[in-house]
């Protein structure tokens, strides 16, 4: 299918909905769905950030700006899932956990405010990775309109800079949690360290990273296109010095670079296997 047939059906497909409230994270997938719906509905449609300690400030800005700048109702949702001991326990279902209280409070907000369907951002790439998020969503009925339309990642980002969306080629971001290994605990103090590093390591110049916290311990991933420019003793002795003053006692550089996920390369398949998701 062309890509001007793929958009077509995606405008179609939200022109069905009638009314939606958005799952938005500010990343460009949500941010090009939350902007598409509200030039197809106007203002039968609102985009949803869910607000806690596992998403960066400087994240929660920027979604914010976006949603300002192109005129998006928008709700900040305070969401408590530190407090969740299944969430805090930080094992292959803490995803989940999130997912579900996220999408359980918006379902609550949908019928209150009146709306007939919650969506979310989940692109064609991302059925084949191991998102538990996707299972909590099939489970409150959200529909992902972007798999709907067969939009790949790469399209979107075609599509949002077509449409003159200064966010098409923003960097992936997961929330701060996916970065501490599995097993141990969620806190806000170590979502605090890894925030803070990722943020020394931005001011160094390094626009792609993941601070992965194995307790005393940080592993650095930087964008492989970067890995050359880290790659001296001087940037070395910097980035040390960064991560060390979030918190970490020992600094390590990934050879083999950022990657999403690396997390789940320490579960066993059993935990992995892909959820059937609503679209």
């Not at 191991?130 to 709907?148: E, I, S, Y």
């Not at 950022?258 to 398949?269: F, V």
Request: glycine letters at 6%; proline letters at 4%.
């Amino acid at each position: 299918m062309e890509l001007a047939s793929k958009r077509a059906l995606l405008e179609d497909t939200l022109r069905d909905l009638g009314s939606v409230m958005i799952a938005y994270s500010g990343g460009t997938d949500s941010a090009f769905l939350a902007w598409v719906t509200r030039q197809v509905l106007g203002d039968r449609m609102l985009a949803v950030i869910a607000d806690s300690a596992s998403l960066p400030r400087a994240e929660l800005a920027a979604a914010l700006a976006f949603t300002a700048e192109h005129g998006i109702p928008t709700q900040i949702l305070h969401t408590s899932e530190l407090e969740d001991p299944d969430y805090q326990r930080n094992d292959s279902r803490r995803c989940f956990h999130c997912k579900d209280e996220l999408f359980s409070r918006m379902e609550t907000e949908r019928g209150a405010l009146g709306f007939r369907y919650l969506a979310y951002g989940m692109n064609l790439d991302d059925g084949g990775e191991f998102r538990p998020g996707q299972q909590a969503a099939a489970q409150h009925n959200a529909v992902a309109p972007l798999v709907t339309a067969q939009l790949t990642k790469a399209e979107i980002r075609q599509l949002a800079r077509e449409a003159g969306l200064k966010l098409w080629d923003k960097p992936a971001s997961a929330c701060l949690s996916s970065r501490i290994e599995y097993g141990r605990p969620v806190t806000r103090e170590n979502l605090s360290q890894v925030e803070q590093a990722e943020e020394a390591l931005h001011a160094l110049g390094f626009p792609q990273v993941r601070v992965r916290h194995h307790g005393d311990l940080a592993r650095i991933e930087i964008a492989r296109d970067d890995l050359p420019r880290a790659l001296n003793m001087d940037t070395l002795d910097a980035i040390t010095k960064a991560v060390r003053r979030a918190g970490f006692l020992y600094v390590t550089l990934d050879t083999q670079g950022y990657r999403s996920g690396s997390m789940n390369d320490m579960l066993p398949a059993s935990a992995i296997a892909p959820a059937a998701v609503k679209q």
